[in-house]
């Protein structure tokens, strides 16, 4: 049976790699790490800093990065076996582990989403929102958007999707709607929160802020490296070396303004949006043991497991042992 399902997510693999226009890859050898990644996405900002400065070969690997033009093509790539390393969320790597796969993160960065609202808005705290429009990127299972129903229902009585006219779409046309004066308040992916912030809007709730009200002991890496166990295993040079080369990235781009300056044309951002994008990834990189993130992200799997159900979490009410990477958490 396991074997007839990965043949069938290499089919799909090979499908995909076709509509790209890639060509499958072979295996490569231990010290090189394929890592797939959205050609825009912010993660190609971190690894691009990887690269220019050679802190892949600095650590014993060679990373090689792979573009995908969908998070599930990523998703599928990586259980194929076809790529070693994506993004992903703890989420979904417990409902994967949960489902037998030995799927396994390190953390990678705690910047999330925020409810957004013009700099002049009436609008001051959560339960100002009743009543309002609010467009919500990520869809109606969004860890970010399950965490502020979550501080509104405690806080103010509110169940928020009944209370509100809420708009699900795609990040970049809700901050255009919202720019436009079309929406009332925004939740968003945190860069598009980070660009509205340089263009006239303010926080009013972030995800963090939520995730520690309810129950969080500080910030929650909500997106991590993820690869399998077994790969790891075999291959421990490369899986540590990327982790190291990873944490130099990380490194530089906390304390270097000018590498941000070198980044710009790949960010597309400049002035403001370009300082504010740097500030909040800067606040995003994890600072906490993983076992600290461990902890809190179990608290918080079981407040997302009774606001999301079943469709959020699967059967698993508990978030599955090896989520986090166990060679950082002992």
């Known amino acids: 049976m396991l074997a007839s399902r ?33 050609k825009f996405g912010t993660v190609s900002w971190e690894l691009d800093t990887l690269k220019h400065h050679r802190f892949d ?19 599928v790539a990586l259980l194929a076996g076809e790529i070693d390393v994506i993004v992903s969320d703890w989420l979904w790597v417990s409902r994967q582990r949960s489902l037998g796969d030995d799927l396994t993160l390190v953390p990678y960065s705690s910047a999330v989403g925020a409810i957004m609202v013009k700099e002049d808005s009436s609008i001051k705290t959560i339960g100002d929102l009743q009543g309002k429009k609010i467009g919500v990127a990520g869809g109606s299972l969004d860890k970010s958007w399950l965490l502020i129903q979550g ?21 970049p046309l809700l901050s255009e709607k919202a720019m436009q ?45 993820v690869f399998h166990d077994k790969w790891a295993d075999e291959n421990p040079v490369a899986a540590m070396g990327f982790v190291k080369a990873s944490a130099a990235a990380k490194q530089l781009l ?35 043991r993983p076992a600290e ?18 469709k959020l979490v ?17």
């Open 6 to 38: 990965r043949d069938l997510l290499r089919l799909t693999m090979l499908a995909a790699t076709t509509t790209l226009g890639m060509q499958p890859t072979k295996v490569l050898a231990a010290d090189k790490v394929r890592i797939g990644v959205l």
């Open 57 to 75: 070969a600095a650590n014993g690997i060679e990373a090689e990065i792979v573009y995908f033009a969908g998070e599930d093509a990523t998703n």
């Open 151 to 171: 501080l509104a229902a405690r806080d103010h009585g509110m169940d928020l999707p009944s209370s509100s006219e809420v708009v699900f779409g795609a990040p």
């Open 181 to 225: 004066g079309e929406l009332d308040a925004v939740l968003n992916f945190w860069h598009f929160c980070a660009r509205l912030e340089a263009n006239g809007f303010r926080r009013l709730v972030s995800a963090e802020e939520a995730a520690k009200a309810l129950g969080a002991s500080g910030p929650v890496s909500a997106l991590g490296y």
């Open 254 to 288: 906390a304390t270097s303004d000018a590498e941000w300056q070198r980044l710009a044309p790949l960010m597309r951002a400049e002035g403001r949006e370009l300082e504010t994008l740097r500030t909040r990834y800067r606040e995003g990189i994890p600072t906490r």
């Open 293 to 310: 993130d461990e902890a809190d992200a179990a608290k918080l799997y079981r407040v997302l497991a009774d606001l999301g159900g079943e």
């Open 314 to 330: 699967g059967e698993a009410r508990e978030m599955a042992p090896g989520t986090f990477w166990p060679k950082l958490t002992q």
